[in-house]
């Protein structure tokens, strides 16, 4: 059985990697232009890599930021 670690990494190893947020940002734009909206993403930073990755965020992230306006 692989550990926590390592399930994390792999589920980070088929991610887009960019080296900014802003890199990110104009991905997510991208994908958006060519496959129509695919609903709120955010740009993170990832914990195991280092480089920029977007994706969906958690509910109890969207709802942070729902709430700050």
């Known amino acids: 059985m692989s550990s926590k670690r390592a399930l994390r990494r792999k589920a ?15 991905a997510m734009s991208e994908l958006h232009r060519n496959k129509g909206y695919q609903g709120f993403m955010v740009a993170y930073r990832c914990a195991f890599c280092g480089a920029f990755h977007f994706g969906h965020p958690p509910a109890k992230v969207r709802r942070a930021i729902a709430l700050r306006g």
């Open 12 to 26: 980070c190893s088929h991610k887009l990697r960019v080296d900014s947020e802003s890199a990110a940002r104009r």
